[in-house]
C-alpha cells in the first residue's frame, strides 16, 4: 500500500521568537549599570532540538519552516495593519535566528506573505503529500488542514469549520494584529451570532456576517476590508513568480 510523504509546515515566525526571547537574559553589573544578552549558539541549538523532536512526534519525513517576508500584502489593504508592533523591540537574536533557519532547515520565505500565509498556500495546494501544519497561532484554524497545536498529536480541520473560523475572525477582529473587526465584538459574542451557522456555506455566511456589519453601522467595504486582512491566503490566490496576491472576494 502506498503511503503518502508526510511533511510538517511548521511556524517559524512563532517558534524562533519564542526561543529568542527565552534565552535573552538580563544581567545587572552594580553601579547601575544592566546588561541584556543572549546566546545566539544556544538558540541555534534548541530550535534545531525542537524540529528534531516534531519530526520524530509527529512521524514527519521532511518538513520546511514558514518566515513572514519583510513586506506584507495587508499593509497595502489596512496601513494601520500591526503598525502597534513597530515600536517593540525584537528579540536581540531573531535575526540570526532566521538566518539559521533559511541556511540549516529548509526555510521558505514568498514575496509579500506571512508565515501564516505560506503555510496555508502550501497546506492547501494539490500534491501526493501529507502536509500538516505545525502552529498554536489561532489563525491556521481558518485553513482546512491537518493542524497540530502541541507539536505531539494532529486534528482535521475541515472546510466548513475552516470558513466558519475565518468569518469568527472577521467579526471580532484581531487587536494584536492591528484590526478590528466591529467594535465591541468579542469571541463571546461572535459566537452567539453566527453559531447556529457553523455549516453553512462561506457564501451565505458571508452574507449573514455582512448583515451584522450593516446592522452595526459599517459600510460593506469596511466589512470587506476587515474580511481581506483576516483571510489565511490558500492555493491559487498567490503568484509564486511575481508575488501578487489575489485578494479574497466571494
Known amino acids: 500500500m502506498y503511503k503518502k510523504k508526510k511533511v510538517l509546515l511548521i511556524d517559524g515566525d512563532i517558534l524562533a521568537y519564542q526561543i529568542a526571547t527565552n534565552n535573552e537574559v538580563e544581567t545587572n553589573w552594580g553601579d547601575g549599570l544592566w546588561t541584556l544578552h543572549s546566546n ?19 512521524s514527519a519525513d521532511d518538513y520546511v519552516v514558514a518566515l513572514t517576508d519583510k513586506n506584507n500584502f495587508r499593509k497595502d489593504i489596512l496601513p494601520t495593519y500591526k503598525s502597534n508592533r513597530t ?19 529548509n526555510g521558505v520565505v514568498w514575496k509579500n506573505l506571512e508565515a501564516d500565509d505560506v503555510m496555508g498556500i502550501m497546506a492547501t495546494e494539490p500534491t501526493q503529500e501529507d502536509r500538516v501544519i505545525v502552529s ?32 469568527i475572525q472577521v467579526l ?16 463571546k459574542t461572535a459566537e452567539k ?24 453601522g459599517y459600510t460593506e467595504q469596511e466589512a470587506l476590508q476587515q474580511a481581506r486582512v483576516a483571510h489565511i491566503l490558500r492555493h491559487g490566490e498567490y503568484n509564486k513568480k511575481t508575488g501578487k496576491v489575489t485578494l479574497w472576494q466571494i
Open 40 to 58: 545566539e549558539n544556544s538558540c541555534k541549538q534548541q530550535f534545531d532540538a525542537v524540529v528534531d523532536d516534531l519530526g520524530s512526534n509527529l
Open 193 to 216: 451570532l453566527i453559531k447556529k451557522y457553523t455549516n453553512v456555506p462561506l457564501l451565505d455566511l458571508w452574507k449573514i456576517v455582512k448583515g451584522i456589519y450593516k446592522d452595526k
Open 87 to 105: 515600536s517593540k523591540r525584537k528579540p536581540i537574536v531573531l535575526n540570526a535566528m532566521r538566518e539559521h533557519i533559511m541556511e540549516k532547515h
Open 172 to 187: 471580532t477582529g484581531d487587536k494584536v494584529d492591528g484590526y478590528d473587526g466591529i467594535d465591541g465584538v468579542g469571541i
Open 136 to 167: 498554536i497561532d489561532k489563525d491556521m484554524r481558518t485553513i482546512p488542514c491537518t493542524l497540530s497545536n502541541d507539536g505531539m498529536t494532529t486534528e482535521q480541520i475541515p472546510q466548513r469549520l475552516a470558513d466558519y473560523n475565518f468569518m
